[in-house]
């Protein structure tokens, strides 16, 4: 069975940085597109920034400038690096990938918390 796993949340202080990674355990498939989402208490889920085959990428107005998606092929991994986070940025981040075999899949979510 194909999971993304996630990892890299946690607790940091306004202007920290952390890095969430996203892999497919489980499977022979590759990332062909990734995603990640984000969803704040009481909020809806939202997309923050996503990266095409073509390596082509878009972001939420909010955190151009500061994170960066990226994948890399070798390792079958999808990145999220995030810079100057601020408190607004608190959520349960989520990857959502659509592998080779065409079928897309989401992670199990992770927790990234922004407070001094």
């Known amino acids: 069975q194909v999971q993304l796993v996630e990892s890299g949340g946690g607790l940091v202080q306004p202007g920290g940085s952390l890095r969430l990674s996203c892999a497919p355990s489980?499977?022979?498939?590759?990332?062909?597109?990734m995603g990640w989402y984000r969803q704040a208490p009481g909020k809806q889920r939202e997309l923050v920034a996503r990266?095409?085959?073509?390596?082509?990428?878009n972001y939420a107005d909010s955190v151009k400038g500061r994170f960066t998606i990226s994948t890399d092929n070798a390792k079958n991994t999808g990145y999220l690096q995030m810079n100057s986070l601020k408190p607004e940025d608190t959520a349960v981040y989520y990857c959502?990938?659509?592998?080779?075999?065409?079928?897309?899949?989401w992670g199990q979510g992770t927790q990234v918390t922004v407070s001094s």
């Open positions: 489980g499977s022979i498939f590759r990332i062909y597109r």
């Open positions: 990266i095409t085959s073509a390596g082509d990428t």
């Open positions: 959502n990938a659509q592998l080779t075999n065409l079928f897309e899949y």
